[in-house]
């Protein structure tokens, strides 16, 4: 039974930080590059940051470089992503995702966990 889930969102001031988390269960996430990716109210889903299968390679999107740091512990058999220094305009639900590659096709996608940034 493959399972992404995530967890650490919440409502955060701006300027705060968060940290998510992306656990797996059913199968072993060193194998496969993990994707963050985020959808807002009437906007569509875009890609965040992309961490390779031995985390020596990762990606972000220009809205959030400097300000979020995408990691893994195969140990734990999670990926995280912390978030510093939010806006507003990082609020949506954000999800995790497997793939071979970062930038190929993503066959597995968790729930979703909320973040709000709002004053």
């Known amino acids: 039974q493959l399972q992404l889930v995530e967890s650490g969102g919440g409502l955060v001031q701006p300027g705060g930080s968060l940290r998510l988390s992306c656990a797996a269960s059913?199968?072993?996430?060193?194998?496969?590059?993990i994707g963050w990716f985020r959808q807002a109210p009437g906007k569509e889903r875009e890609g965040v940051s992309c961490?390779?299968?031995?985390?020596?390679?990762?990606n972000y999107a220009d809205s959030v470089k400097g300000r979020f740091t995408i990691s893994r512990d195969n140990a734990k058999n999670t990926v995280y992503l912390q978030m510093n220094s939010l806006k507003p305009e990082d609020t949506a639900i954000y999800h995790c995702?497997?793939?071979?590659?970062?930038?190929?096709?993503?066959?597995?996608w968790g729930q979703g966990t909320q973040v709000t940034v709002s004053s």
């Open positions: 995702a497997k793939a071979w590659e970062c930038g190929a096709g993503y066959d597995y």
């Open positions: 059913g199968f072993t996430l060193d194998r496969y590059a």
């Open positions: 961490i390779s299968s031995s985390g020596g390679s990762t």
